[in-house]
C-alpha cells in the first residue's frame, strides 16, 4: 500500500495558500457579481453589471487612460535609466558603492513620505521648482514661448493642471524607481563571465557597444525580462503617491485616477464592495496576463547561461 | 516567569480600577484644522462639570465624507466611538442604516430641555420621523471673504463690494489689471458639491426632491454657467483648498467664496490685511434666496447597553451644543452654534465686536436644508459631482448643457 505521509508534506502549504491567497480571490470575485455595499445586511446578485460599468463609463476610461500613461512612461524610463546607471557603476572602480547608495535611496525611502516632499517643491507659488524658473525671467528663457507664457502669469500648477499632472505623477514615479532595477541589473552584470569579452574581443568586437550588443544585453536577457515584470507590476500599484497627492478624486479632471486608487476610492472610501471588487478582479487579471507572459519568455527565449 | 504573571496582574489590576474612577467616552470629529482650538476650549469646562468623565478623542476626519465612511467601516468591525460628530447631510445615512441611537429617551430625561436653548427649527436639522436622532452643533453658511489692501488696488471699499456673480467677475478683471495674478477663489471643492447647492438654493430650487435629481432643470443649468462665467472670467486656478485658505491668509488672493466657519481659522493664521467678510452675492441683484446649511451635529453611536456610559456620552454630548460648549463655537471658529440660550445670552454683545462673523448671522433667515443624496450610493453621487464640477474649473468641459446632462444622468442612476 502506499504512505499517506507525502499529504502531510504538502498539506500544510496547501492549506495555508488556499486560506490565504485562493479563498479571499474567489470571495473577491464573488462580491464582484454583487452589490454589497459596506454596513448593509446583505447584497443583491447583479451578475456582469459591475464589469459592464468598469467597460463602459468614463470614469472608468479615465482610470485605464491615466493607469496606462503612468505604466507606460514608468516602465521604460526605471528600465532604461535602470540599466545605464548600472552599467556606469559597474564600469566604475571607485565611488561606485557611494553611486550605489545614492540612487537606491528613494527605493527606500517610503514613497509617501516623499510625496508629501514633492508636494512642497511643486507648490505653485512658494515650492521651489517655480520659484527656481521665476528666477530665470528676463533672461535668454524667455524666447521658450512656453516659459514666457509662464513668466507673464504663473508657472505651471504642475500636481493640479490636468495637462501636467500625470507627468509630473510619472516623473516622481520614476525618480523612485529605477534605483531599484539599477540594483537588479548589477547584480545581473556580476555574472556574466568574463571571459566572453575576452573571447568577443578576440573574435574582433573591440567596440564598446559591440561588446554591449552581442555579450552583455543577449546575457542580461532574464535579468530583463524579470526587471521588466517587476517594474510593469510596482507601476500597476502605485497609489500612495496619489492618495497622498490627490485623497479626492484622482487627481484634475480625474487624470492621476489609477487602479489601485480606484479600488480604494470604491471600496473603502464609498464602501461600494462590489465595484471595488470589480476592479481588483479587473487588476489581478492584469498582472496574471504579465506573469504568464514573463514565464513564457524566461522558458523559451532566454537561456543563453 | 512566575514574577512576571504577578506583575502582568498587577497591571491588569491597575488598568481595571483606573477604567472604573473614571468613564471614558470615545469621541470622533472632522476638520481638526477648525475644530482642535473649540475642543480644546470646551475640554477644561467639561472636566471641571464632569470630573468622573474622560473624553477619549479618536483620530479626526479629514472630511465629512472621511467621517461617515469611517463610522460605516467601524460599525461593521464593531468598533463605533460613543459620540461622533457628522456632515449634516450625512445624519439620515447613519440613521436609516441603525448606527445613529435615538436622543428621545434621553432628551425625556432632562427637566427643562426647551430651556438649555435646543429650539425646535434647530432641532429639526437632526429629526428623522419624528425622533432626534443629532443635536446640531455649528451651522455655517456661505460668504465672501475680501482682503481689503488688495480690493483697494481696484477702487473697491466695504461699501461697493460685489453683489452678484457678474459683479464678481468684473472685479476680477479690474483686479488683474491693476496686477493682482489670482484675484479670487471659489469653493467648489467644499464637500464636492455645498456651492453647487448653494447655486440652486439661491434660485429657490432644492437639489434633490425625493429621489430625483434636480440638476436637469433650467436653474441647473443656470447655476453650472454661472459657476462656468466665475470659472473662466476670473481665470480662477485649480487650487486644492488647503492651498486655497493658505494663498488666501497670506494675502494672494483678492476675494475668496467659503464657508463662514473658517473665519476663525483664517483670522488666526493670517497675514498684515483687513478681513471683511460680505453676504454672498446672487444670481441676479436681489442676491440668492436661499443658502445651505452647513456645519455638523452630534449623533451617539455607543453600542454600550450599561446606562452609566450612556448617561455619560449624553452629558457630553449636551455639554457641547449647549450653553458654554456651544459658545465656544462661536468664539473660535466662524460657525454659529444652534442654540437659542448660546447665541442670545453669552454670545449677546459678541457679533457687534466680531463683524467678519456676523454676516452668516445676517444670513441666517436665507438657511436652507443641505441636502443628502439618498441611498448607499450617495458618497459616489457626490464624487461624481465633484468631477464634474473640477471639470469646469480644469477646462474639461466647456458645454456646460452637456455637462449638465452627462452629470444627471450618472447622478440619477446612483440615486435610483
Redesign the interface.
Given at each position: 500500500m502506499q504512505s499517506r505521509a507525502h499529504l502531510w508534506f504538502i498539506g500544510p502549504a496547501m492549506a495555508l495558500m488556499f486560506i490565504v491567497l485562493l479563498i479571499p480571490i474567489l470571495i473577491a470575485v464573488g462580491l464582484s457579481l454583487t452589490d454589497y455595499s459596506l454596513g448593509n445586511q446583505g447584497a443583491e446578485f447583479v451578475g456582469l453589471e459591475n464589469y459592464e460599468r468598469i467597460f463602459t463609463r468614463s470614469t472608468y476610461e479615465k482610470m485605464f487612460v491615466a493607469t496606462f500613461r503612468y505604466v507606460f512612461v514608468v516602465v521604460p524610463l526605471t528600465v532604461g535609466l535602470g540599466l545605464g546607471a548600472a552599467l556606469l557603476i559597474h564600469s566604475l572602480g571607485r565611488f561606485g558603492d557611494l553611486y550605489k547608495t545614492i540612487y537606491f535611496l528613494p527605493v527606500m525611502a517610503a514613497l509617501i513620505a516623499m510625496a508629501i516632499v514633492w508636494e512642497f517643491a511643486f507648490h505653485p507659488t512658494i515650492g521651489i521648482i517655480n520659484s527656481t524658473l521665476e528666477k530665470g525671467c528676463g533672461t535668454f528663457l524667455e524666447a521658450w514661448p512656453w516659459y514666457a507664457k509662464g513668466c507673464e502669469r504663473t508657472f505651471p500648477l504642475w500636481l493640479n493642471d490636468r495637462d501636467y499632472a500625470i507627468w509630473t505623477v510619472s516623473f516622481i514615479g520614476v525618480w523612485q524607481g529605477f534605483g531599484f532595477n539599477m540594483v537588479l541589473y548589477l547584480a545581473g552584470l556580476t555574472s556574466i563571465p568574463p571571459q566572453l569579452y575576452d573571447a568577443a574581443e578576440m573574435d574582433g568586437a573591440t567596440r564598446g557597444w559591440d561588446r554591449f550588443r552581442l555579450v552583455t544585453w543577449p546575457l542580461l536577457g532574464p535579468t530583463t525580462v524579470f526587471v521588466v515584470t517587476i517594474s510593469f507590476i510596482r507601476s500597476f500599484q502605485v497609489f500612495d503617491m496619489v492618495e497622498a497627492f490627490y485623497p479626492q478624486g484622482g487627481g484634475p479632471s480625474k487624470s492621476v485616477f489609477v487602479m489601485m486608487f480606484a479600488i480604494y476610492e470604491k471600496g473603502i472610501q464609498q464602501n461600494l464592495m462590489g465595484i471595488g471588487a470589480a476592479i481588483t478582479v479587473v487588476f489581478l487579471a492584469f498582472v496574471m496576463v504579465l506573469t504568464v507572459i514573463q514565464r513564457w519568455l524566461v522558458e523559451r527565449r532566454t537561456h543563453y547561461v | 516567569m512566575k514574577y512576571a504573571m504577578t506583575a502582568m496582574g498587577f497591571v491588569l489590576a491597575a488598568t481595571a480600577a483606573a477604567a472604573e474612577d473614571k468613564i471614558v467616552v470615545e469621541f470622533g470629529y472632522p476638520y481638526s484644522h477648525l475644530f482642535d482650538v473649540t475642543y480644546e476650549a470646551i475640554l477644561p469646562k467639561f472636566y471641571a462639570a464632569h470630573p468622573n468623565i474622560e473624553i477619549k478623542m479618536r483620530a479626526t476626519y479629514?472630511?465629512y465624507?472621511?467621517g461617515t465612511?469611517t463610522i460605516?467601516?467601524e460599525?461593521?468591525a464593531g468598533n463605533l466611538p460613543d459620540v461622533t460628530m457628522q456632515g449634516l447631510n450625512r445624519q439620515a445615512i447613519l440613521v436609516e442604516?441603525g448606527?445613529a441611537r435615538s436622543l428621545e429617551p434621553f432628551i425625556a430625561a432632562e427637566a427643562d430641555f426647551a430651556k438649555d436653548g435646543y429650539h425646535k427649527a434647530m432641532l429639526d436639522l437632526g429629526t428623522f420621523g419624528d425622533e432626534v436622532y443629532g443635536l446640531p452643533f455649528s451651522i455655517s453658511l456661505p460668504v465672501g471673504y475680501y482682503n481689503m489692501e488688495v480690493m483697494a488696488k481696484a477702487g473697491y471699499d466695504a461699501t461697493n463690494l460685489p453683489a452678484t456673480w457678474e459683479d464678481v467677475v468684473q472685479a476680477c478683471v479690474k483686479l488683474r489689471e491693476a496686477g493682482v495674478?489670482?484675484p479670487m477663489f471659489w469653493g467648489w471643492?467644499i464637500t464636492?458639491n455645498w456651492f453647487l447647492q448653494a447655486l440652486m438654493w439661491s434660485q429657490d430650487k432644492p437639489t434633490v426632491e425625493g429621489n430625483d435629481f434636480q440638476l436637469d432643470s433650467d436653474e441647473g443649468l443656470v447655476a453650472l454657467e454661472t459657476m462656468q462665467n466665475i470659472f473662466t472670467g476670473c481665470e480662477m486656478?485649480?487650487?486644492?483648498w488647503k492651498?486655497a485658505l493658505a494663498?488666501f491668509s497670506a494675502g494672494?488672493l483678492g476675494m475668496m467664496y467659503w464657508s463662514t466657519s473658517a473665519v476663525g481659522a483664517v483670522e488666526r493664521a493670517m497675514g498684515d490685511f483687513t478681513l471683511v467678510t460680505n453676504e454672498y452675492p446672487g444670481i441676479t441683484a436681489e442676491g440668492p434666496m436661499g443658502l445651505p446649511a452647513g456645519g455638523n451635529s452630534a449623533l451617539l453611536t455607543s453600542t454600550s447597553d450599561d446606562p452609566e456610559q450612556l448617561a455619560a456620552a449624553w452629558a457630553w454630548l449636551k455639554f457641547i451644543t449647549s450653553g458654554e460648549g456651544a459658545a465656544d463655537v462661536a468664539r473660535t471658529t466662524g460657525y454659529m452654534p444652534p442654540n437659542q440660550a448660546a447665541n442670545e445670552i453669552i454670545l449677546a454683545d459678541f457679533y457687534a465686536e466680531n463683524p467678519a462673523k456676523a454676516t452668516a448671522v445676517r444670513q441666517l433667515p436665507l438657511l436652507r436644508e443641505w441636502q443628502a443624496y439618498p441611498g448607499?450610493?450617495g458618497?459616489?453621487a457626490t464624487?461624481?459631482i465633484?468631477?464634474g464640477l473640477?471639470?469646469i474649473v480644469?477646462?474639461?468641459y466647456e458645454d456646460m448643457a452637456e455637462l449638465q446632462e452627462?452629470l444627471s444622468e450618472?447622478v440619477q442612476d446612483l440615486l435610483d
Amino acid at each position: 500500500m502506499q504512505s499517506r505521509a507525502h499529504l502531510w508534506f504538502i498539506g500544510p502549504a496547501m492549506a495555508l495558500m488556499f486560506i490565504v491567497l485562493l479563498i479571499p480571490i474567489l470571495i473577491a470575485v464573488g462580491l464582484s457579481l454583487t452589490d454589497y455595499s459596506l454596513g448593509n445586511q446583505g447584497a443583491e446578485f447583479v451578475g456582469l453589471e459591475n464589469y459592464e460599468r468598469i467597460f463602459t463609463r468614463s470614469t472608468y476610461e479615465k482610470m485605464f487612460v491615466a493607469t496606462f500613461r503612468y505604466v507606460f512612461v514608468v516602465v521604460p524610463l526605471t528600465v532604461g535609466l535602470g540599466l545605464g546607471a548600472a552599467l556606469l557603476i559597474h564600469s566604475l572602480g571607485r565611488f561606485g558603492d557611494l553611486y550605489k547608495t545614492i540612487y537606491f535611496l528613494p527605493v527606500m525611502a517610503a514613497l509617501i513620505a516623499m510625496a508629501i516632499v514633492w508636494e512642497f517643491a511643486f507648490h505653485p507659488t512658494i515650492g521651489i521648482i517655480n520659484s527656481t524658473l521665476e528666477k530665470g525671467c528676463g533672461t535668454f528663457l524667455e524666447a521658450w514661448p512656453w516659459y514666457a507664457k509662464g513668466c507673464e502669469r504663473t508657472f505651471p500648477l504642475w500636481l493640479n493642471d490636468r495637462d501636467y499632472a500625470i507627468w509630473t505623477v510619472s516623473f516622481i514615479g520614476v525618480w523612485q524607481g529605477f534605483g531599484f532595477n539599477m540594483v537588479l541589473y548589477l547584480a545581473g552584470l556580476t555574472s556574466i563571465p568574463p571571459q566572453l569579452y575576452d573571447a568577443a574581443e578576440m573574435d574582433g568586437a573591440t567596440r564598446g557597444w559591440d561588446r554591449f550588443r552581442l555579450v552583455t544585453w543577449p546575457l542580461l536577457g532574464p535579468t530583463t525580462v524579470f526587471v521588466v515584470t517587476i517594474s510593469f507590476i510596482r507601476s500597476f500599484q502605485v497609489f500612495d503617491m496619489v492618495e497622498a497627492f490627490y485623497p479626492q478624486g484622482g487627481g484634475p479632471s480625474k487624470s492621476v485616477f489609477v487602479m489601485m486608487f480606484a479600488i480604494y476610492e470604491k471600496g473603502i472610501q464609498q464602501n461600494l464592495m462590489g465595484i471595488g471588487a470589480a476592479i481588483t478582479v479587473v487588476f489581478l487579471a492584469f498582472v496574471m496576463v504579465l506573469t504568464v507572459i514573463q514565464r513564457w519568455l524566461v522558458e523559451r527565449r532566454t537561456h543563453y547561461v | 516567569m512566575k514574577y512576571a504573571m504577578t506583575a502582568m496582574g498587577f497591571v491588569l489590576a491597575a488598568t481595571a480600577a483606573a477604567a472604573e474612577d473614571k468613564i471614558v467616552v470615545e469621541f470622533g470629529y472632522p476638520y481638526s484644522h477648525l475644530f482642535d482650538v473649540t475642543y480644546e476650549a470646551i475640554l477644561p469646562k467639561f472636566y471641571a462639570a464632569h470630573p468622573n468623565i474622560e473624553i477619549k478623542m479618536r483620530a479626526t476626519y479629514e472630511s465629512y465624507e472621511d467621517g461617515t465612511n469611517t463610522i460605516l467601516r467601524e460599525a461593521v468591525a464593531g468598533n463605533l466611538p460613543d459620540v461622533t460628530m457628522q456632515g449634516l447631510n450625512r445624519q439620515a445615512i447613519l440613521v436609516e442604516k441603525g448606527i445613529a441611537r435615538s436622543l428621545e429617551p434621553f432628551i425625556a430625561a432632562e427637566a427643562d430641555f426647551a430651556k438649555d436653548g435646543y429650539h425646535k427649527a434647530m432641532l429639526d436639522l437632526g429629526t428623522f420621523g419624528d425622533e432626534v436622532y443629532g443635536l446640531p452643533f455649528s451651522i455655517s453658511l456661505p460668504v465672501g471673504y475680501y482682503n481689503m489692501e488688495v480690493m483697494a488696488k481696484a477702487g473697491y471699499d466695504a461699501t461697493n463690494l460685489p453683489a452678484t456673480w457678474e459683479d464678481v467677475v468684473q472685479a476680477c478683471v479690474k483686479l488683474r489689471e491693476a496686477g493682482v495674478d489670482n484675484p479670487m477663489f471659489w469653493g467648489w471643492n467644499i464637500t464636492g458639491n455645498w456651492f453647487l447647492q448653494a447655486l440652486m438654493w439661491s434660485q429657490d430650487k432644492p437639489t434633490v426632491e425625493g429621489n430625483d435629481f434636480q440638476l436637469d432643470s433650467d436653474e441647473g443649468l443656470v447655476a453650472l454657467e454661472t459657476m462656468q462665467n466665475i470659472f473662466t472670467g476670473c481665470e480662477m486656478q485649480n487650487l486644492e483648498w488647503k492651498s486655497a485658505l493658505a494663498s488666501f491668509s497670506a494675502g494672494d488672493l483678492g476675494m475668496m467664496y467659503w464657508s463662514t466657519s473658517a473665519v476663525g481659522a483664517v483670522e488666526r493664521a493670517m497675514g498684515d490685511f483687513t478681513l471683511v467678510t460680505n453676504e454672498y452675492p446672487g444670481i441676479t441683484a436681489e442676491g440668492p434666496m436661499g443658502l445651505p446649511a452647513g456645519g455638523n451635529s452630534a449623533l451617539l453611536t455607543s453600542t454600550s447597553d450599561d446606562p452609566e456610559q450612556l448617561a455619560a456620552a449624553w452629558a457630553w454630548l449636551k455639554f457641547i451644543t449647549s450653553g458654554e460648549g456651544a459658545a465656544d463655537v462661536a468664539r473660535t471658529t466662524g460657525y454659529m452654534p444652534p442654540n437659542q440660550a448660546a447665541n442670545e445670552i453669552i454670545l449677546a454683545d459678541f457679533y457687534a465686536e466680531n463683524p467678519a462673523k456676523a454676516t452668516a448671522v445676517r444670513q441666517l433667515p436665507l438657511l436652507r436644508e443641505w441636502q443628502a443624496y439618498p441611498g448607499d450610493n450617495g458618497l459616489a453621487a457626490t464624487q461624481v459631482i465633484y468631477d464634474g464640477l473640477e471639470g469646469i474649473v480644469t477646462g474639461e468641459y466647456e458645454d456646460m448643457a452637456e455637462l449638465q446632462e452627462e452629470l444627471s444622468e450618472e447622478v440619477q442612476d446612483l440615486l435610483d
